[in-house]
């Protein structure tokens, strides 16, 4: 009977200057999701389209940032969160680029 073995997802070590600094990161994330709803509160203009559309993208770093300061890896491969899969992750970080270009 030939079985195959399931592969588990490999994680990488974070070390812990990088632990510290991914630390810093996140919780500079966290004030900028928490402070954006002030700046809407003061300026109803403040959002653009360029700035909800880095939302999924920045909520992938804090948790990517998470991972690496808490439990001090990264988390596991085939993981992309806040999307679905590699191809919607690349279907929007090629939407990205092109909004980025474009708007240059």
């Known amino acids: 009977m030939n079985t195959p073995i399931r592969q588990t997802p490999f994680r990488r070590s974070v070390r812990l200057p990088f ?11 966290a004030v900028a999701v928490v402070g954006t709803p002030f700046l809407i509160w003061r300026d109803p203009r403040v959002p653009t389209l360029g700035n909800v559309m880095i939302l ?10 998470f991972h690496s300061a ?35």
């Open 19 to 29: 632990r510290v600094l991914a630390g810093f990161v996140g919780i500079a994330g």
């Open 56 to 65: 999924p993208l920045i909520a992938w770093l804090i948790r990517l940032m």
């Open 70 to 104: 808490v439990y001090g890896k990264t988390p596991a491969d085939g993981e992309y969160w806040p999307l679905a899969s590699r191809g919607v992750w690349n279907c929007y970080v090629f939407l990205l680029l092109a909004y980025w270009i474009l708007t240059r």
